[in-house]
Structure formats: structure tokens, C-alpha cells
């Protein structure tokens, strides 16, 4: 028994010395592109990690290295990173402004997919910064370059939606937020938007049984997504669209659980990563 | 007589040709060390020049003086005089101190932040007189890394202190600022539903009004019922997103108190060990660097090694997320 045991390993280890034996390394890649790659790699973690600061640093070493390389699809997309990563610190003007170097060039560099991109979230900040103009004709050109089937068309659907309720048009909104709400294809985060959306026109056209409903189906996608801004969101929502049906105690409950939310986010983000 | 006679040919004058092998030996190694000599300039005619600092610190035979970045001298004496002050002696080359004046001044700085320390000579004014051989010139000291941050905590701890301060004041200006926008939103709250109440008796007044009186009035009371609905939707989104606002600056308020209280203790903490730590940190710095360009290259080339490749994770591809919410 022992002997067979024995046999078995001594095989093991000469199939394995042989396949490593067998198999050429692979060359190593130029140093540029090692550069790039470990640029990109870091910037990503450090972004995951909620280092916003660093992330920004490696993207815009990424940045350098792809344009000296020529490599225009990668640049529009790190270009669009690095808009985000402005956003997310509330450099909102740093942010457009990148968006702006896709959105404005005037030669075909960079491929339709990020200028769609580009687009899209540029009408997202616009909208967040109050500016519904801009945006609205961010969001058409966007829509214009998002043909019927393309991956973001939920996203849009929903983005319009939510500005339509901003400029206090709630039917519009509501009819929108719907079907979006309803679309299983639009993935789970944009489903529960388009049905915050839904419950805040639902709350504007003063249906608060339905609003209250909304909410409460928006809170259950946004609690396993883990988004804690979004679960203080819609926690808000409740206490206002109970305290509206006089159900006082329900809605001091909701707002002191969204108060506790928004108290601890901040922290979380940082205990996750230690 | 000889006890053994050289009967060999080749022995002849065997003295004569041992003296010349050790001469020519001596005479290579006189010229070896002659050529190091001249190259290390210690056959060029210096002139030495004297400063006085307050401490010897850092302060240490050999170390190089330069002038624009070259080699021009090095300190050559360090003496204690009556008075504590250290009494310094550096040697310039003389072909070089046409280029100093009477008023140079001679800098302590580091090479890199933690570099080993020069003296920097400059130039000194035009209009005065070429420095000579015997001068004494002013020393002064550039700043170190202790220095630097010496200066840096001067600096920056009254601004922390003032920054703690203010948030930390119930009556302070932000604080009183933030209360008042508490205030304004109950009277917001308030307003948006008088606003709507407003807007309601409008519409009432709309259905309830004579026909006739319509076309006078109608106009008039339309506009009216715009207005009000205008403001009602100002109102409700100021309700809507003010408290939201008010979470974040609360937040965003007791974050920077608790970080203007953690740089607080730890810059107390850490700068009276700083001197003893940067001895420390430049050999620690020296052997780090050379261990991650080892590291760095072992880990290139395992994440290339057959069985290893498969675990490494590759980068990610494309934007990274945002929708319609961020």
C-alpha cells in the first residue's frame, strides 16, 4: 500500500516536472506596457480600497503612458476613470472638464462607446449640480449615440426620468421610472433607482400609499448592493411619505435609521478596508 | 673568497639587476601614487579659509566644498574656541578663489532630503573684492529635514489649533452658521406646505370664478397660480434635500475635528524623536530601496512563471462604475 502511495506521488511529481519543463515561459511584456498595466492595477485597488487620491495619481500616470503609446480607446477610457474619480471627490468642474477632452475633440480618436459614456456622465453630474439644461443636451447627444439595444439605455431611460422629476414634471417621470423599475435587464443598481424615481413622483403626485411601496421596494434592492447613501436615500423617503399617511411613529423610526446611516457610511468605508 | 663560486652566466651581476627590479617596482609605485595625488588634487596649491558656526553638528573633516555644483575644497580643521563657538577651517583651490568675493557666504546643506552634507560656497557680489587665501567668510545653515519640519509644525500647529478651536466652539461662527440653517429649514418645512395650501385655494378660486369676470381676471389668476407653483416646488426640494445636506456637513464637521485632534497628537508625538529617527530612516531608506527593486523583479518574473500566471489577477478592463444616481 505504502509502495503504491509511494508510486503515485514519484508520477505526480514527474508529470509536473515535465509540464514545467515542457512549457516556454512567455516573454515579458515591453517595459511600457508593464508600466501601464501596474498603473492601471493600482489605481483600480486604490479606488476599491477608497483611496481616492492615489487612484487619481495612477490613472493619470496611465494616462501619460497611453497616450505616448497611442492607444487612444484606452486613454478615453482612463480619461473617463479620472472623471469619475474627480466626481467622487467633488471636483465637479475637474470632472466635466475631462469629459469635455472626449466630448470636444473634434477628430475621430476616440471609439463611439466611450463618447457615449462620456456623455451619459456628464448629464449625471450637470443633473446632480442643478444644471438640467446642459444636461438634458448632454443626455441627448447620449442618446443619440446609444443605438437601441447598446448596454446604457437603462441608464439613460432612468438618468431622464430622474431629471424629469426634477423639473417637477412627476407623470412624465413616473411613466418613465416604470418601466425601467420593471426591467429586469437594467440590473439591479439602475432598478432601484428608476424606482426611487418612481416613489418621488409617486410622493410628488401625492400617492403616498404607492411612493411609501416604492420606497420600501427600492430600500430591499439597495440593501444586499451594499450602498449605503442610496439604503439613507430611501430610509428619508419613508420617514417623509409615512410622516405624510400620519404615521408618526413609523416615520421617526425610518428617519432615525437613515440619520444612523448616513452617520456610520462614512466610517464603514474606511473599517472595510483595514 | 666566495663559499660558492657563480659560475652560471646568468647570475652575473645578479645584485645589480635585483636592485634595478625592486627600483623600477618602487619607482611604479611612487608614480601610482604620485598620479592618485595629482588626481585627488593633493599637489594643487589651496588656500585655506575660515568660517565660524554656533554648533559642529553635522559638521566633519572631509566633507566636500562646492562652488556651482564642483568639488572646489574640503573642510580641513574643526576647533572649539574659547568662547564654545567651533572655529572652522576649510581648504579652496587657489586657481578657484578668483571666482568667490570678500562677502561669500558658506551654506551646510544635505545632498537629497537625506543626503550626506556639503558646503555649498556662493559667489558673493560683484562689486567686492576677490576672496584671498587666510579670508574669513559667514556660515550659515541650510534646512535639514529637522529643520524643515521644525518649521513646518511651527507653522501649521496655531493653524490646527485655530481650526480645532472654531469647530469645537458652540458659539463659534460655524457652529451659530449651521444652527441658523436648522432654523431655516423647520420655516422651509413650514412654507412648502403653506405654499401648497396657497396653490390649492388658487385652483379653487380658478373653477369658483364668474365667467365673465374670467377673461379679466383669468389671465391674472393663472399666472398667480404659476408662481405659487413654482415656489412650491423650490420649497419642497429645499425640504427634501436640505437635511440630507445638513447629515453631510455634521459629518464632514466632526471628521475634521477628530483629524485637526489626531495631526495634533501625533505631530507632538512624533517631531522630539525626529532627529534620532533620520539617522535611522537613511540607512533603513538605503537598504528598503534596494529590497524592493529585488522584490519588484522577483515578482515580475514569477507573475510570467507557468504555474503562477493562471493566479495572478489581470487588471480590469474598461470605466469604472457609475449610473444614473452618482
Excluded at chain 1, 139 to 152: D, G, H, R, T
Aim: net charge neutral; proline share 4%; glycine share 8%.
Amino acid at each position: 500500500m505504502t509502495n503504491a502511495i509511494y508510486k503515485i506521488w514519484l508520477l505526480t511529481v514527474l508529470f509536473t516536472v515535465t509540464a514545467c519543463g515542457s512549457s516556454t515561459p512567455p516573454p515579458r511584456e515591453p517595459q511600457l506596457l508593464e508600466k501601464l498595466h501596474a498603473a492601471e492595477k493600482d489605481a483600480r485597488h486604490a479606488l476599491n480600497g477608497g483611496e481616492l487620491q492615489r487612484a487619481q495619481h495612477s490613472f493619470n500616470k496611465a494616462l501619460i503612458l497611453q497616450q505616448s503609446l497611442d492607444d487612444t480607446a484606452g486613454a478615453a477610457t482612463t480619461m473617463i476613470n479620472l472623471a469619475t474619480v474627480a466626481h467622487q471627490l467633488h471636483e465637479d468642474e475637474a470632472a466635466l472638464a475631462w469629459l469635455d477632452k472626449i466630448l470636444l475633440e473634434r477628430a475621430p480618436l476616440y471609439p463611439a462607446d466611450s463618447q457615449l459614456t462620456a456623455a451619459f456622465r456628464k448629464a449625471v453630474i450637470l443633473t446632480n449640480l442643478g444644471r438640467f439644461g446642459e444636461a438634458d443636451t448632454s443626455l441627448q447627444l447620449a442618446e443619440k449615440s446609444c443605438e437601441k439595444k447598446c448596454s446604457q439605455r437603462f441608464n439613460i431611460d432612468t438618468l431622464r426620468a430622474r431629471i424629469f422629476l426634477l423639473n417637477g414634471n412627476a407623470e412624465t417621470a413616473l411613466a418613465l421610472a416604470q418601466i425601467v423599475g420593471k426591467a429586469v435587464e437594467a440590473g439591479k443598481e439602475e432598478q432601484a433607482n428608476a424606482l426611487r424615481v418612481q416613489a418621488g413622483a409617486e410622493e410628488k403626485l401625492q400617492r403616498y400609499a404607492d411612493a411609501l411601496t416604492h420606497y420600501q421596494s427600492a430600500l430591499e434592492m439597495d440593501k444586499p448592493l451594499g450602498l449605503s447613501s442610496r439604503i439613507a436615500e430611501d430610509l428619508n423617503g419613508l420617514a417623509r411619505t409615512a410622516k405624510l399617511l400620519g404615521r408618526e411613529q413609523d416615520a421617526a423610526a425610518y428617519a432615525r435609521r437613515a440619520s444612523l446611516v448616513n452617520e456610520t457610511k462614512d466610517k464603514s468605508v474606511l473599517s472595510a478596508h483595514e | 673568497m666566495t663559499l660558492l663560486a657563480d659560475k652560471d652566466d646568468r647570475f652575473k651581476n645578479l645584485f645589480g639587476k635585483a636592485a634595478l627590479f625592486v627600483l623600477l617596482a618602487v619607482l611604479g609605485m611612487g608614480l601610482v601614487f604620485f598620479w592618485t595625488g595629482m588626481k585627488k588634487g593633493a599637489f594643487t596649491p589651496k588656500s585655506p579659509i575660515y568660517f565660524v558656526a554656533d554648533t559642529g553638528l553635522d559638521l566633519k573633516e572631509g566633507i566636500p566644498v562646492k562652488f556651482s555644483g564642483f568639488k572646489i575644497g574640503k573642510l580641513t580643521s574643526l576647533a572649539l574656541d574659547e568662547q564654545g563657538h567651533v572655529q572652522v577651517e576649510i581648504e579652496i583651490e587657489t586657481k578657484h578663489l578668483v571666482l568667490l568675493r570678500q562677502d561669500s557666504v558658506v551654506s551646510l546643506k544635505k545632498e537629497g532630503v537625506i543626503g550626506d552634507g556639503v558646503l555649498d560656497i556662493s559667489r558673493g557680489s560683484e562689486d567686492k573684492p576677490v576672496l584671498v587665501g587666510g579670508s574669513k567668510v559667514l556660515f550659515e545653515r541650510a534646512n535639514g529635514l529637522e529643520q524643515a519640519v521644525m518649521e513646518v509644525k511651527g507653522r501649521v500647529m496655531p493653524i490646527i489649533d485655530d481650526v480645532h478651536k472654531i469647530l469645537s466652539d458652540p458659539d463659534g461662527d460655524v457652529r451659530q452658521t449651521l444652527k441658523n440653517v436648522r432654523q431655516l429649514t423647520a420655516e422651509i418645512n413650514g412654507l412648502a406646505s403653506e405654499m401648497r395650501g396657497t396653490r390649492q385655494k388658487i385652483d379653487q378660486v380658478l373653477v369658483s370664478v364668474d365667467k365673465n369676470l374670467n377673461n379679466e381676471v383669468g389671465p391674472l389668476l393663472h399666472s398667480l397660480r404659476q408662481s405659487a407653483v413654482q415656489a412650491e416646488t423650490i420649497t419642497t426640494k429645499l425640504n427634501q434635500d436640505l437635511p440630507g445636506l445638513l447629515n453631510k456637513v455634521d459629518s464632514s464637521m466632526e471628521n475634521l475635528r477628530k483629524t485637526t485632534e489626531t495631526i495634533n497628537k501625533s505631530v507632538q508625538q512624533t517631531v522630539p524623536q525626529l532627529p534620532g529617527m533620520v539617522g535611522e530612516t537613511r540607512e533603513t531608506m538605503g537598504k528598503t530601496r534596494e529590497m524592493m527593486g529585488s522584490t519588484i523583479e522577483v515578482v515580475n518574473g514569477l507573475s510570467t512563471m507557468w504555474p503562477l500566471k493562471g493566479s495572478v489577477p489581470v487588471p480590469e478592463k474598461g470605466p469604472v462604475r457609475m449610473d444614473s444616481h452618482d
